[in-house]
Structure formats: C-alpha cells, structure tokens
C-alpha cells in the first residue's frame, strides 16, 4: 500500500484510504455520498472517477464525474459554491465514498441547501414533540445550515449571517446578558425563554465558526462523560 499523501496539512483532509484500494465499478465509478460535516445533512449523491477522485484529493475540494455529459466537473467551478472536503471515508466494501465537507453555498442546482426533500409537514415542534427533545438541536443545525447555504430574503437567520461575526457576537452577548438577567430575578418563564435564545445564537456562531455542535458534544462527553463526582 502506498503512503502517498494526495493533500497537504494546510488542507486539513483526512482520509481512511489510499487510492489503490478503491474498486471503481464496470463503469469505472464510485459512488460518493456527500454530507455537510456540520450539520451532517446527506445534501447530495454524486459519482467520481478515478481521476475525479485524485483532483478531490489533490485539491481538497470535490470533483464528479457526470454521468449524463460524461465529463468531470469542480463542484461550484461556475456558481462558486464549493465543497470544501474536511473528511473523506471508504466503507468496508471499497466501492462507495462518504465525503464531509463544508459548502459553500447551496449543493442542488435547483439553489436549494440538499438536493433531498424535506419529509412533508416536518417541522422543529414535531421533532421535539416525538420524545427524542434533544434531537431539535440537531434539527435546528440542519436549518440554520440551510439559512447559510440559500440566504432566503427576510430571514433572521440569513440577516444574522449577511451582518458577519461581529453582530452573531453582539448578539451571542446580549443573550447571555439577558439569561444572567433572569436567572438573578429567579424568573423560570424568562430564563426558559433566554436560553432557548442564546442556545439559538449559539449555533448560529457555530456555523458561522466552521465548527459542528457535534465537536462541542464530544468534548463534553471526554471531560463529564465517565466522571460521576463532576
């Protein structure tokens, strides 16, 4: 097996294969599921060839090969919305791809965040209320990953993401001023209403930060999660 390595640290890509071991298909294709590394939203299948695949690790951005033209193609060469790939995994068979990148923009040429639909009637109550209460962080994630990729008019999320990191800061700061506010007042209605928004603001700056709630998570998990005494 080769050590070759096919992009530098600066990329920070990090890969569970070297390229000998892919088993392309008859067509000389494999698929490549792509996930948004933050919010971990499957936002498109695509299909790479050989060279495809070597351009995605080379440059640390993907790069498909299109079926229907039959040619290969960057992923936002000509929309400037990129992916840029922070992970890359080959499954156990060899011949499928799952690849975690950050988006630039909206991964569907339709302009939209996934090229999936969305389950009809879902919202974040309905989540919530399905007993799994945490799993509305990871639903909330998925929006506002959705809010920086499409940018729709009249958001305030999207005006939160066009403003930059100085007014998510502002706001990141206001919250929590407002959350010590109730807490001192022993208002449990207000210091509920509170946290729900700085928690809100936070993942907002997550996003913003490039970094995964997930990553928060685990650093929790490595400093509370065997410690019963903390």
């Given at each position: ?20 071991t892919v088993k392309f298909d008859h067509a ?203």
């Amino acid at each position: 097996m080769s050590d070759e390595k096919y992009v530098d640290d600066e990329n920070g890509l990090d890969v569970n294969f070297q390229l000998e071991t892919v088993k392309f298909d008859h067509a000389g294709l494999i698929p490549a599921v792509v996930q948004d590394y933050q919010s971990k939203e499957v936002i498109t299948l695509a299909y790479m060839n050989r060279e495809s695949l070597e351009q995605s690790l080379k440059s640390g951005e993907t790069w498909f090969y299109s079926r229907s033209r039959q040619e290969l193609w960057h992923k936002g060469a000509t929309s400037g919305n990129t992916q840029r790939i922070v992970e890359m995994r080959l499954d156990c068979d060899q011949d499928a791809l799952v690849v975690l990148v950050e988006p630039a923009g909206p991964a569907c040429h339709t302009g939209t965040y996934s090229c999936f639909t969305k389950v009809t009637g879902e919202d974040t109550h309905q989540v919530a209320s399905h007993g799994d209460r945490f799993a509305i962080i990871n639903r909330l994630e998925q929006v506002i990953a959705e809010r920086d990729a499409e940018r729709p008019e009249g958001s305030y999320t999207t005006y939160l993401f066009e403003e930059g990191v100085d007014k998510i800061l502002k706001k990141v700061g206001e919250e929590a001023s407002e959350v010590i506010i109730a807490a001192k007042n022993r208002d449990k209605e207000e210091l509920t209403w509170e946290s729900a928004d700085l928690l809100f603001h936070m993942l907002v700056l997550l996003r913003e930060q490039g970094l995964p709630i997930d990553a928060v998570l685990e650093r929790l998990g490595e400093r509370h999660g065997g410690a019963k005494g903390k």
